[in-house]
């Protein structure tokens, strides 16, 4: 004799062919009226209901995002699974190539669009630095599908031994550094270089935020574009580039121009100790904070390290979302659909992710674990739950309570740039020499007083 029990629970859908069209507990930052209201703008609202509404379809591809490493056809099993006895119908994958191609990109575009920019927190020592928003940015690249009508607007990139690998797309970003949720993106041909999309970012930028970068965009032209929408900027550039000195000020740092763009310049050797020894660069970081007393140059130092959190963003977006995988779409139009949808997918994550830490406001978003946040809204999905809120709005939510059971630890320092402790492959992907390792560290920063810069003429 076996003691048996039945479980039993109600799930709350959308009715007939609209039934899964849905993300489970992410239903509800991406609502139905949301979604057909953005059809209805973009005008992809189907003039009869079909198999497959348009509606459907977006959360379709939004769902793609979330199982990257599933067909369509697979998706749809997810998005149906928690729904047994509708008697839903079950398309082929060429109807759902077909519905995809009717959607287009625009609803996709339009629907990140109305999602992006810096999520909400009343922890505003996690966004914030003396009043102003941490944001940063920077470039990546991105693998497609190595097809014939892709390769006519996306070129191959060369390989390590002269051959040629998949093509490739360029994508920056503009983000928050406290939530990691993303301000603005653009992306394109790698032949659009990073400094040209900085430059259609900067329509994002605004009085307020403080802008980190790294030495690519310290080019003058580019500073210069940036400046003007009077966001502050903090960008390291090379040592060596001469600057003229206008004012030096007690903590070290100078006042210099760059085209005609005044900035403050900051030299400082950082030191990093661990049980291995000690690790010693320069730095020289420009900023238009001109004032040492109310921004002193010890904390804008150690500000820059924050910079890093947009490589973690896209460690999020191509390992923990994509798996390394290339992207599925093989027309630049489902590029572009499957792009937004996978950015769109991102920010709706870190929202919820930061309504959890916001409950708590003595804890910080870094402690947030992605990758829990990630499985539990896929659990949401196969399960169909959570997808119309109740009368009782629980801001927290289940991916929230998970992730908040699942906490990190404090953020470790960085010893190293760009590199993970192991590899994905079976391969080295950077040699058989390298240490992958993990330390425990501590870091020294030293400002440099003694400069040799010239004086700025008469």
């Known amino acids: 004799m076996v003691d048996q029990i039945a479980i039993t629970r109600t799930v709350r859908v959308a009715a007939g062919v609209f039934a899964p069209g849905h993300l489970g507990e992410l239903t509800q930052f991406i609502p139905f009226e949301m979604v057909d209201e953005i059809l209805a703008a973009t005008r992809r609202t189907q003039q009869r209901i079909r198999l497959l509404p348009a509606r459907v379809v977006v959360y379709l591809v939004l769902a793609g995002c979330l199982f990257a490493e599933l067909g369509y056809g697979q998706v749809w099993q997810k998005l149906t699974a928690g729904l047994a006895g509708l008697g839903l119908a079950e398309p082929s994958s060429g109807t759902l190539r077909e519905a995809r191609q009717r959607l287009g990109s625009a609803p996709l ?249 916001d409950s708590q406001p003595a804890t910080s978003p870094d402690r947030d674990s992605f990758t829990i946040a990630l499985n539990t809204a896929r659990d949401q999905i196969t399960n169909a739950a959570g997808v119309i809120a109740d009368t009782v709005i629980d801001l927290v939510g289940a991916i929230g309570r998970v992730v908040l059971a699942h906490l990190l630890p404090d953020r470790r320092i960085r010893v190293k740039t760009r590199m993970i402790k192991r590899s994905n492959s079976k391969y080295q992907a950077r040699g058989p020499n390298i240490d992958r390792r993990s330390y425990k560290a501590t870091i020294a920063i030293d400002i440099i007083t003694n400069h040799c810069e010239t004086p700025a003429g008469p």
Not at 153 to 182: D, E, M, W
Not at 287 to 305: I, N, R, S, V, W
Not at 329 to 339: H, K, S
Request: glycine share 8%.
């Open 109 to 357: 575009r339009a629907l990140f669009d109305l999602l992006r920019g810096p999520a909400v927190t009343t922890a505003n020592h996690a966004v914030r630095w003396r009043g102003l928003l941490v944001t940063a940015i920077d470039g990546t690249m991105m693998s497609v599908a190595d097809a014939e009508a892709v390769r006519d607007r996306y070129r191959k990139q060369r390989g390590n031994h002269g051959g040629a690998g998949y093509p490739a797309v360029r994508l920056s970003v503009l983000l928050t550094c406290g939530t990691r949720s993303i301000i603005d993106a653009v992306f394109g041909p790698v032949s659009t270089g990073e400094l040209d999309q900085a430059r259609t970012l900067a329509r994002s930028l605004r009085a307020g935020m403080l802008l980190l970068a790294d030495r690519n965009y310290a080019a003058a032209d580019l500073i210069t574009t940036l400046a003007a929408t009077r966001a502050d900027l903090l960008i390291r550039c090379k040592n060596g580039r001469r600057l003229p000195v206008i004012t030096r000020y007690r903590d070290g740092s100078w006042l210099s121009t760059i085209g005609t763009v005044r900035v403050r310049v900051i030299d400082a050797q950082i030191s990093v100790t661990t049980t291995d020894g000690i690790r010693t660069g320069g730095y020289r970081l420009i900023t238009t904070l001109l004032d040492p007393h109310t921004h002193p140059a010890g904390e804008l130092m150690k500000l820059y390290h924050r910079r890093w959190e947009i490589e973690t963003a896209y460690l999020e977006l191509k390992s923990s979302i994509l798996g390394g995988r290339v992207l599925r779409a093989r027309t630049p139009g489902g590029i572009d659909q499957e792009i937004y949808a996978l950015l769109t997918v991102y920010q709706v994550l870190r929202t919820a992710m930061t309504d959890a830490t």
